[in-house]
């Protein structure tokens, strides 16, 4: 629960950042639309009224008011134009080139390692 709350609540400010409050709105008044429109028509024909786009709602009117504000008030060059797409999932990454080393280990006299050239006195010798 201690970490839930946090969680929610930056999921909350980032969707309220973002604009999606907008959508939000939208969505709750082609519900109502579809609702008003089912009780006196069928279900098929309220649907095509609905999403019609002919004769919007008070709410969808806000919901679209609101959308163009929250557009308006970007900087210049944040919003895309028209026809621009923005793709993150296919850019071209640069070309990974592995290297060989010009020598395994710096300052070993050869690659076995420095070697002992005196013998290990056995028994070892006693303090």
Avoid at 68 to 86: F, S
Avoid at 89 to 96: C, D, T
Avoid at 105 to 115: D, I, K, M, Q, S
């Amino acid at each position: 629960m201690r970490r839930r709350f946090p969680i929610a609540c930056l999921l909350l400010a980032w969707l309220c950042a973002n604009g999606a409050v907008w959508n939000v709105v939208q969505v709750v008044a082609w519900a109502k639309m579809f609702h008003d429109y089912s009780a006196v028509m069928p279900a098929v024909q309220a649907l095509k009224l609905t999403f019609d786009g002919s004769a919007p709602c008070n709410l969808c009117t806000v919901a679209q008011a609101g959308q163009d504000g929250a557009r308006d008030q970007l900087p210049a060059g944040a919003a895309l134009t028209d026809g621009a797409k923005l793709i993150l999932a296919l850019h071209a990454s640069p070309e990974l080139v592995l290297k060989a080393p010009g020598e395994l280990w710096p300052g070993l006299a050869h690659e076995v390692g420095r070697t002992r050239g005196e013998r290990v006195p056995v028994p070892p010798p006693r303090a």
